[in-house]
């Protein structure tokens, strides 16, 4: 389980890809000194399990499942990459529940400047979008972001610097894909009144909320 909060770009050190995957290794600025075997690491929200630490580069194995569904297979050396190491019990809550489980791939369709800020429109697959609402929370390639906009093909979000700064989504460009995965709290409630048949009451209340 992570936040959303990412606490430092890695650099891709390597990706050697085989018949059932691929290893990735990435080199780090200070997240390895407090890593070990078996740690979870989400890597542009992935979530993937440390097999190696050498020196200040952590090693990965992916599956091709994941790497069919994630944007993963795309990097290549020299690539940034968001990270960040899972919540610990004295964790501050500062983003939002963040599984690391990838739902979607997106792709940036427009970023435009709106004062100091960036205004930027995700092209996302319905799997996704129908798990997001206005003011709500997504993950971004592992980041923890605000929903402005949900639209039929596509959702908004606006950055602050220090978001462009820290993580990657600052340096994307139109085109380029990015790693989603909607508020697992919103999955849980989707499929409650799907299989409940949804209590009257808390769907009237869902609905006031602008959450259905």
């Known amino acids: 389980m992570f936040t959303g909060l990412i606490e430092e770009l890695g650099e891709v050190a390597s990706i050697k890809q085989s018949a059932d995957g691929a290893r990735l290794s990435v080199k780090c600025g200070g997240l390895h000194k407090d890593a070990a075997i078996g740690d979870s690491i989400a890597t542009n929200g992935i979530c993937l399990t ?5 020196d200040r580069i952590m090693s990965f194995d992916a599956s091709s499942e994941t790497l ?7 990097l290549k050396t020299g690539d940034k990459v968001n990270l960040e190491a ?5 964790s501050k809550m500062g983003g939002h529940f963040v599984t690391g489980h990838i739902d979607g791939v997106g ?3 427009s970023k ?5 800020a960036i205004k930027i429109e995700i092209e996302s697959p319905q799997g996704v979008l129908k798990y997001l609402v206005d003011k709500g929370s997504v993950a971004v390639d592992g980041i923890s972001l605000t929903v402005v906009d949900v639209l039929k093909d596509s959702f908004t979000i606006v950055i602050i610097p220090h978001t462009a700064k820290m993580t990657t989504i600052g340096f994307k460009n139109t085109g380029d894909t990015v790693n989603l995965e909607p508020d697992i709290l ?7 009144l799907k299989t409940d048949g949804g ?3 808390l769907m009237s209340a869902l609905k006031k909320s602008g959450f259905v």
Do not use: C, E, H, M
């Not at 440390?50 to 050498?54: E, F, G, Q, S, T």
């Not at 919103?186 to 409650?192: I, L, N």
């Open 86 to 90: 899972s919540l610990k019990p004295t």
């Open 186 to 192: 919103a999955k849980y409630v989707a499929k409650f």
């Open 107 to 109: 792709k940036i369709r």
């Open 50 to 54: 440390v097999v190696a630490i050498k």
């Open 112 to 116: 435009s400047q709106t004062g100091n």
């Open 68 to 74: 069919k569904s994630t944007n993963l297979g795309g």
């Open 199 to 201: 209590d009257q009451s």
